[in-house]
């Protein structure tokens, strides 16, 4: 990342501590953080029997489930829904479960972003990984969207947030008119209920879920017990990760779109999808640390992170950021990913668990983890030179 970027992203960052230190300390929210751990440890230790009873509501509330055990088995079934609806072009939502099969990428169509940063970072093209799960261009100053969103678009925008957000609502609200199917993640899923719920400030959600088909990607480990357990691990996450006590939308979808106001007969496809699709994935989660599991997504790790404030987005695996991205990236792809990613920037300063609403040892997890690479031969040269000279040498140099 270029210099003028990171001091952007760092004030960003500023602005977001600034917000959540004013309500994450207060008794409130400290018995919703300790309510949400444990409700994470409980449904990490009981994911396969909240899995079978998820699969089971979701046939009540008719909503077609698929299991992808790889991202390849995901993009393999997203391919052949976007077939049945011969999609030329989809409307998507932030969801870093997306950006970790990388579908953008895979698919050969319009994929249009409907998340304003995320768009901005689309429009950008070049360079364009996200540096914040909430706040994907948050290492961009507005003059640099200004000339992003000016000549991607065609347009003369002043550098001012509002005439920005104008023209990028109106170019993407035009190039969805002709979308049958739109596409988003989840931020958890009630098993007993049969409910995704997604929480967004930008109404976003909804656009994308008004389409006729609705295909819903989230990883196993947003599976809670209940209803009321997904409406607090949602509230945690926007706490710490914008500094509000709750974001302007909190989608609840629990099945198609229906009515049954004539005769009480059943009609499918009032406003909202026809069809709700959700795929769980599992990409290494199974096989995955159980701490790793427990984060909710809010970025606060990355935010007071002395190594991504300095370096930023390098220090990551795809669209998870930071040392809990490296850890997970052993699981989702192999050693040598993971130790491209990052595994050694880490100082182990133990910061990320200090300011992790979940407290996931992170640095202890990446510690263990240096143990296992190095075993497989992953570890800087540098290092092995060093060891080298002590076994030949009794001494270092």
């Known amino acids: 990342m270029k210099t003028s970027e990171l001091e952007t992203m760092r004030k960003s960052f500023n602005t977001v501590k600034k917000r959540s230190s004013s309500i994450k300390d207060s008794p409130n929210i400290k018995r919703l953080t300790s309510r949400v751990q444990e409700i994470k440890k409980y449904s990490s230790d009981n994911n396969e029997e909240l899995f079978n009873q998820a699969l089971e509501s979701f046939k009540r509330n008719d909503i077609e489930v698929k299991f992808a055990k790889t991202s390849k088995d995901a993009l393999n079934i997203i391919d052949g829904l976007l077939e049945e609806y011969d999609a030329k072009v989809i409307a998507k939502a932030k969801s870093n479960t997306l950006g970790e099969i990388d579908l953008k990428n895979h698919l050969n169509i319009d994929v249009i972003e409907t998340d304003l940063g995320d768009r901005i970072l689309q429009l950008k093209k070049t360079d364009n990984k996200p540096v914040h799960p909430t706040g994907p261009a948050s290492h961009l100053n507005i003059s640099e969207i200004t000339d992003i969103v000016n000549d991607s678009l065609n347009v003369n925008v002043n550098p001012e947030p ?236």
């Open 162 to 397: 509002k005439e920005i957000m104008k023209a990028v609502r109106s170019d993407v609200l035009k190039r969805l008119e002709s979308a049958r199917v739109g596409i988003s993640g989840a931020n958890a899923i009630a098993s007993e209920e049969g409910s995704l719920v997604m929480v967004h400030n930008e109404g976003n959600i909804s656009i994308v879920s008004l389409k006729d088909l609705h295909i819903i990607v989230a990883g196993i480990d947003k599976i809670v017990p209940t209803l009321e357990d997904a409406i607090s691990v949602v509230k945690l996450e926007t706490v710490f990760a914008t500094g509000n006590f709750v974001t302007s939308y909190m989608n609840v979808i629990s099945g198609p779109s229906k009515t049954a106001d004539i005769e009480k007969k059943l009609i499918k496809n009032m406003y909202g999808a026809e069809r709700v699709v959700v795929i769980l994935l599992d990409n290494g989660r199974s096989e995955a640390i159980e701490e790793c599991l427990y984060c909710i997504g809010c970025g606060n790790c990355i935010v007071h992170c002395p190594v991504y404030n300095a370096v930023g987005n390098e220090f990551g695996f795809n669209n998870y950021l930071g040392g809990r991205g490296v850890a997970m990236s052993k699981f989702i792809e192999d050693d040598e990913t993971c130790f491209n990613s990052g595994l050694y920037m880490c100082t182990l300063c133990g910061l990320c668990t200090l300011n992790c609403p979940l407290s996931i040892p992170t640095n202890e997890i990446l510690e263990n983890m240096r143990k296992l690479s190095t075993d497989v031969g992953f570890y800087p040269r540098a290092h092995g030179k060093i060891k080298d000279n002590i076994d030949n040498n009794n001494s270092p140099y």
